[in-house]
């Protein structure tokens, strides 16, 4: 018998990959989708530290490009949405000079998690989300998420708190886990927002931490662990499990960040070093290895 009962759990792990791809600096967002691919980053991270576990991954891919699907297919356990005529359909529509064309094969980031949440089957017993740019960093981080659930908690993981009070912590969705079945009786979506209450629609997966809060529940989150912090939010590392670039595939704006020159500049340095030496990276920010990223450290929250 396992720690989880007569068998480890099946689980689903959900992930939406794209990038900005109009408005002001839409070529320069695909140039560097095209070269710093957070998705292939993502898979390999997962693949590396899930051994031994009965796990499957989807991709709900918006940025159509064929470099994207192609590292996304070299992996065993992946299934790639949408299909390739909707991707190629996709592509040509990015081409056409009417702005908002391809958007028409595209689907909003929590709306592309509630469509793989409803396509998730009823034989997985967890569903984990990742964002592109967030991915395990230890060999133990399903058990600790799936661990959290398994002792009460209604949803666990990465705890958003570093832009209290202006946005209420919650469980964001670069590392939650949820049992599917309690996500569906809550019938509170990653989308759907609940009105009036716009308090608790300011990102992907507030509105689920509180419809579970309120209705008595508990969370287990995992927060912030690093030892060094470079930004309040960029780089971070959750319960010393999951670790969440944020902005990797948009610019670096946040709600409660007033230099957005600076934090584009970490952003950068960030960004080259997960891709450059991730494992160096991870052991700066953990304090086990010397600063030599020549940025300055900062305190953790905003």
């Excluded at 590292?71 to 390739?84: D, E, G, I, T």
């Excluded at 967030?134 to 990465?158: E, K, M, Q, T």
Aim: with cysteine.
């Amino acid at each position: 018998m396992t720690a989880y009962g007569e068998r480890n759990p099946r689980v689903a792990i959900l992930i939406v990959n794209g990038f900005r791809k109009r408005g002001q600096g839409a070529q320069n967002n695909l140039n560097q989708a095209v070269r710093y691919p957070w998705i292939d980053l993502c898979l390999r991270q997962v693949e590396r530290h899930s051994q031994g576990w009965d796990y499957h991954v989807t991709v709900f891919d918006n940025s159509h490009l064929e470099s994207h699907r192609s590292l996304v297919r070299k992996y065993k356990r992946v299934s790639l949405l949408p299909s390739s005529r909707i991707a190629a359909l996709g592509r040509a529509a990015n081409r056409i000079p009417l702005n908002g064309a391809g958007r028409l094969l595209e689907r909003s980031h929590p709306g592309a998690l509630d469509y793989l949440a409803r396509k998730t089957t009823p034989d997985f017993d967890y569903l984990v989300t990742l964002d592109n740019d967030s991915f395990p960093v230890r060999d133990d981080w399903l058990d600790v998420l799936i661990s959290g659930c398994a002792n009460g908690a209604a949803v666990a993981g990465v705890y958003r708190n570093e832009m209290a009070p202006m946005i209420e912590p919650f469980i964001h969705v670069s590392g939650l886990c949820v049992r599917p079945r309690e996500l569906r009786a809550l019938n509170v979506s990653f989308g759907r927002r609940i009105q009036p209450d716009a308090e608790h629609n300011q990102d992907v997966g507030q509105k689920i931490t509180w419809a579970f809060t309120q209705s008595g529940r508990t969370i287990a989150p995992l927060e912030r662990s690093n030892q060094v912090n470079f930004h309040f939010l960029m780089g971070g590392i959750y319960g010393d499990v999951i670790y969440h670039h944020g902005a990797g595939s948009r610019r670096a704006i946040f709600w409660t960040s007033t230099d957005r020159a600076n934090d584009e500049r970490i952003h950068t340095a960030l960004r080259d070093a997960a891709f450059a030496d991730l494992e160096h990276l991870l052991a700066v920010l953990r304090g086990q290895a010397p600063n030599d990223l020549h940025l300055t450290p900062s305190g953790p929250s905003g």
